[in-house]
């Protein structure tokens, strides 16, 4: 069986355009692989890495986004206070 005239395009914007993207660089085994979820309704943000499995739940202000929360887990996993199991 031949593929015929079937060639694929290379215009693939998979991407639709959303809020900000919020996979950000993990600073504990620096993949970039962590997430941020905010869950406005309680105002925590959630903070998970997909590589190494870190992850806190961060209380944040109402004003606070993905970028803010970052932050905070930044500074948490570099003062100690975020220990990973494993
Ligand atoms: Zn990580």
Partial sequence: ?????????KK?????????PSVFQCPNCGKRAVRVEIDRDDN????????????VEIK????????DAYGKFVDMVYS???????
């Fill in 1 to 9: 069986m031949k593929n015929m005239g079937r060639k694929y395009k």
């Fill in 12 to 20: 693939i914007p998979r991407r639709p355009p959303k809020r900000i």
């Fill in 44 to 55: 925590v943000a959630k903070v998970s890495c997909g590589s190494c499995k870190i992850s």
């Fill in 60 to 67: 944040i202000p109402p004003i606070c986004n993905e970028v």
């Fill in 80 to 86: 100690g206070e975020i220990t990973v199991e494993g």
